[in-house]
């Protein structure tokens, strides 16, 4: 080996790892500051979008319904609360209704949801296929109608 070819050898491989570290660096980049800000901020409202214009009816077992007040808030930090129903199922997870519901008829809406009783729900064919994950990070999957089978 010459001299010549080995300064080559050191000359080249300083560039690929500083080219590495700068895939490195980028790539925590993106998971760090990228992927969380797509996830708390993009995810919500593109699934509230996709839920809007794909709808699903589920038919659900209720274990029990309670009434609640939820909150809402916007990416400006305005918010506003709601009267709702959560209503605990066996095999769709926790389902909250906001359409319809005032603070005159919510005790009589969750006095309707009779434990033991089916129901079909229409929901978000989005939320719903994330309902496992979503009832996890504590996030409604919410019920536009709901009936009797």
């Not at 300064?7 to 992927?35: E, F, Y």
């Not at 009589?108 to 129901?119: E, H, L, P, V, Y």
């Not at 064919?125 to 996890?136: C, D, E, Q, V």
Request: glycine letters at 8%; aromatic letters at 6%.
């Amino acid at each position: 080996m010459t001299v010549a070819s080995s300064k080559t050898d050191a000359r080249t491989k300083p560039r690929r790892s500083k080219r590495r570290d700068r895939l490195v660096a980028i790539g925590i980049l993106v998971l760090v500051v990228l992927v969380p800000v797509l996830v708390i901020f993009v995810g919500p409202i593109t699934l509230k979008a996709y839920d809007a214009s794909h709808r699903t009816e589920v038919t659900c077992e209720v274990r029990s319904a309670h009434t609640g007040v939820g909150s809402s808030r916007s990416v400006k930090g305005v918010g506003s609360s709601s009267n709702q129903v959560v209503i605990e199922t066996s095999d769709c997870g926790t389902l909250t209704l906001r359409w319809g519901v005032t603070a005159d008829n919510k005790e009589s809406i969750a006095d309707g949801f009779a434990a033991g009783t089916t129901w079909k729900f229409d929901v978000g064919a989005g939320s719903y296929k994330l309902h496992p994950f979503l009832n996890t990070i504590r996030q409604a999957v919410f019920v536009k109608e709901f009936r009797r089978p």
